[in-house]
């Protein structure tokens, strides 16, 4: 790509004005990305990102309709993954939501006021934490398991993937114990 054909180069040259207060655009850099912000920052907060969103939409589900508009679903692709959502948007904002596979619920064992509920970490990895928190910071990163530790006696197993395949084993971390 030259230069001359790079869309940068050409709003490098010329960005434009500021339709709110007139003054020169810039180009800035920010954590998503390049874009347009006005020079009169923070007097005046423009901006328009450089590169406008592509189509999300991986397929369109002609048969299943959205049950808000009525309009085809569609397989897309977004920031966080891929969900199911409504073709329509942004005049129809549906979006299909996982149910909770968790039919079980436990009670907090470190606490014994709280549920334990499955969360996602930012790096997208699952995680069960204590629904009180930050008052209180327990969690596990394997599926608690009802029943109690066999050695020490803790309310809650674990169950946990290895390359022998599944194990039991207590959520105490201090204890860790294998269950028969």
Known sequence: MTAHTDPLFK????????????????????KKGPFLGCS?????QYLKPLHEHEDTVVKLLEQEPCPSCGGPLAV???????????????ACDFVVHEDDSQSETFDCPDCGKGQLVERISKYGKHFYGCNRYPKCKFLLNEQPVAGSCQQCGFALLIRKKTAKGERLLCADKACQAEQS
Request: net charge positive.
């Open 11 to 30: 709003l490098s040259q010329q960005p434009g004005t500021c339709p709110l207060c007139q003054h020169p655009l810039q180009i800035k850099s920010g």
């Open 40 to 44: 009169n920052y923070p007097g005046c």
């Open 76 to 90: 897309k692709n977004g920031r966080y993954g891929m969900f199911i959502g409504c073709s329509n948007y942004p």
